[in-house]
């Protein structure tokens, strides 16, 4: 994969984290919509623990 893909990708993905931290995304996501985006348990989260959830994906990525 060349360097400006990547950097593409990582755009794109901070931008879609972005939206979940700060603009609303986690509580658009609460309850079985976050079905696509976590896991089977991600639909048993509250607003704050998909957060956290993000929120440490995006520091490992």
């Known amino acids: 994969m060349s360097l400006l893909a ?3 990708i990582f ?3 901070s931008l879609f984290a972005t939206w979940v ?3 609303g995304g986690a509580a658009w ?3 079985w919509k ?3 985006f976590v896991d089977s348990w991600g639909s048993l ?3 704050a623990q998909i ?3 993000f929120l440490c994906l ?3 990525y």
């Open 6 to 8: 990547w950097i593409g």
């Open 11 to 13: 755009a794109a993905w």
């Open 21 to 23: 931290l700060r603009w």
């Open 29 to 31: 996501m609460e309850g």
């Open 34 to 36: 976050s079905l696509a």
């Open 45 to 47: 989260w509250d607003e």
């Open 51 to 53: 957060k956290l959830y």
């Open 58 to 60: 995006w520091i490992v």
